[in-house]
């Protein structure tokens, strides 16, 4: 096969591998954000970090639909000795609109965003 043939196979490959063009990039939101509403692609990660200064941490999120659904919450690297950071993982998986609190241990406004899945 020559150089050409090959190059133009792996590009057939790659072009018909079941991509769908939609964007799977993680959204990166922060505690700024709160209050607003989000856009998302079904399949799309939301990463929700919030850092707490102070005592308490932020707690279960709650969500009104099953248009996202919460994956995993982690602290990750490197600790705050001021407090907490905290990383919130959802998935988009249906379109709808999603209400997300985030509640916090200490204080008593808690994290929200409306997420909008397309």
């Known amino acids: 096969m020559t150089r050409l043939a090959f190059l133009i ?20 939101i922060s505690g700024a954000n709160s209050g607003n509403t989000v856009t998302a692609a079904v399949g799309q990660e939301l990463d929700v970090t919030l850092q707490t200064i102070g005592p308490g941490e932020y707690g279960t999120p709650s969500l009104s639909s099953p248009a996202i659904r919460f994956l995993a919450v982690s602290y990750p690297p ?3 000795p001021g407090g907490p950071r905290q990383l919130f993982r959802f998935l ?6 999603v209400e997300v609190s985030v509640p916090h241990t200490v204080r008593d406004l808690p994290f929200s965003i409306t997420v909008t899945v397309n």
């Open 92 to 97: 988009a998986v249906s379109a709808g609109t």
């Open 78 to 80: 490197p600790p705050n």
């Open 9 to 28: 196979a792996t590009l057939l490959v790659v072009a018909c591998s079941g991509t769908d063009g939609t964007d799977t990039t993680p959204i990166p």
